[in-house]
């Protein structure tokens, strides 16, 4: 018996040749598709969780996001007026905006028809909910404390109530109109948007 032969040789000698197959080329395509695969659950992933948040902010979370960005906003109110300024504080139930000057004015949640943010690309990141403990009461409460001068519009009356706060009740507030000849009692649960001066 003579010397044994490849198989290679006498497989070239047969005149058919055999591929070599690289054992890792399968091994980085599956690796490959894997990874485009990975990728397209991780941005359906990410659009599903932004959706999730959209789905489960409050204007109060939304407005506490800009409060804390600092944003500038215009709130169109549902008596249809608009109020423009920097959000500087948020209540339970209502939303202050301190304009250029020392023009406060705050907002009831029941009196905001929509929230526009001024500067262009700003956006609140509403990822969470939260929680303030003063009410639009107590803030009236306070401005009453310092005799404050007011403009209060009311949910019902397009007509405004100028006057200066004199106390807080229960469920109202007192102000006297006219130079004091008139007192005027104003149910807090009626005010949309009340406007004081304050210093600083």
Known sequence: MGPRVPLEVCQEASGFLTPRVDPTASLTRLMS????TEAGRSRARRHWLGQQALEETTLLSTLVDL?????????????GRRRAGLVVAVGTDFVALRNGGNCLSCVSFSG?????TKEPGSRAHIERSAQLGTDLRTALADFAADSLEAII???????PIRGQLRAVGTDLVMVDTQLGREHCYVRV????????????
């Open 33 to 36: 598709e894997a990874r485009v």
């Open 112 to 116: 905001i028809g929509a929230v526009r």
């Open 189 to 200: 649960a009626s005010v949309e948007e009340v406007s004081v001066v304050v210093s600083g």
């Open 67 to 79: 409060a804390e960005a600092g944003t500038n906003v215009v709130v169109h109110t549902a008596g």
């Open 153 to 159: 519009w009311l949910s019902a009356n397009a007509e």
